[in-house]
């Protein structure tokens, strides 16, 4: 039995989307034309492929369906581009995940010249390094920035180089929250910031060296690179922020490090298909030739 591609189409509208109405825009069809494409998709695959709430949710079977579905439009991409070509006035299209520090910092100066060059049109996703490599196992890019060290099957990972994380705070802040010492008992009243509930560097940190959950201290959820450190800038709370951004203000005495213990230096690796096609042969090149010269510099 084959797929059909405008009900497949539809399906895929609906799951990115989570809407059938924002579908049916996107389709330049109508609502009820995206509803009729969606039963009938489900009546011949024997399964319920969303669930109709408010907004609209993929089922198991409509998760493994979208996996596969994605994976096929990359693949036909891929295929386009390396039989046809394109001309110099078109753009190449490629997906990749990254880590949200990477792109504040080191990623877009690292590319910028071959996107430029070759005419590459870049479509980021952004996701913690160690969840990037779970959107390149399931189709959504072509290749990923990730933690993990271990390729998937059919795929390289090759390590590009680490980012150094260091405990910081402004002297305003230490003045204020350390006067009497940073010890275990003052870690428990000072403010923190931590990027997001996924990520675990900084109470791995306190855990590890002072013993404390994260539920032991106060602390802010700030999830966006930038402003991220930028809270650690205004003097909002103490954080593990990489050196990129950190390194001329250590140097001015406008930032403290002040856990040297707690530094936490994170591997990256570039992970992509083991077949490439041109234009994702090329943006490899650059990434293994040139991340390092970004990566791994000290304060």
Wanted: hydrophobic share 40%; net charge neutral.
């Amino acid at each position: 039995m084959a797929l059909n591609s405008k009900y497949c189409d539809a399906f895929l509208a609906v799951a990115e989307t989570q809407s059938f109405d924002a579908a049916a825009k996107v389709l330049n069809i109508t609502a009820s034309a995206v509803t009729l494409r969606m039963q009938s998709l489900e009546k011949s695959l024997g399964q319920v492929l969303i669930m109709r709430e408010r907004p609209c949710k993929v089922t198991p079977a409509g998760q493994t369906l979208m996996e596969h579905l994605q994976q096929q439009r990359l693949r036909e991409q891929q295929l386009l581009q390396q039989l046809h070509g394109l001309g110099t006035e078109e753009f190449k299209v490629l997906h990749v995940a990254t880590n949200a520090d990477s792109l504040a910092t080191w990623l877009l100066p690292t590319l910028s010249e071959i996107l430029l060059q070759e005419n590459i049109s870049l479509k980021l996703q952004v996701a913690d390094q160690s969840q990037t490599h779970m959107l390149l196992e399931t189709g959504k890019v072509n290749a990923c920035i990730s933690s993990h060290a271990q390729a998937m099957k059919g795929c390289q990972a090759q390590r590009i180089g680490s980012m150094r994380y260091r405990m910081v705070a402004t002297p305003v802040f230490i003045q204020r929250w350390f006067s009497q010492g940073i010890h275990r008992e003052s870690l428990r009243k000072a403010p923190a910031i931590i990027y997001n509930a996924q990520d675990q560097m900084h109470s791995h940190a306190l855990l590890t060296h002072y013993g404390l959950s994260q539920h032991s201290y106060p602390f802010h959820y700030i999830p966006a690179s930038t402003a991220f450190a930028e809270a650690v800038f205004a003097g909002l709370g103490y954080g593990l922020v990489p050196d990129f951004q950190i390194a001329h203000r250590i140097q001015q005495n406008t930032l403290v490090e002040i856990l040297p213990a707690c530094r936490t230096d994170i591997d990256l690796y570039w992970h992509h298909w083991k077949q490439q096609f041109p234009v994702l042969k090329q943006l490899t090149q650059v990434i293994l030739q040139q991340a390092e010269q970004h990566l791994n510099s000290p304060c």
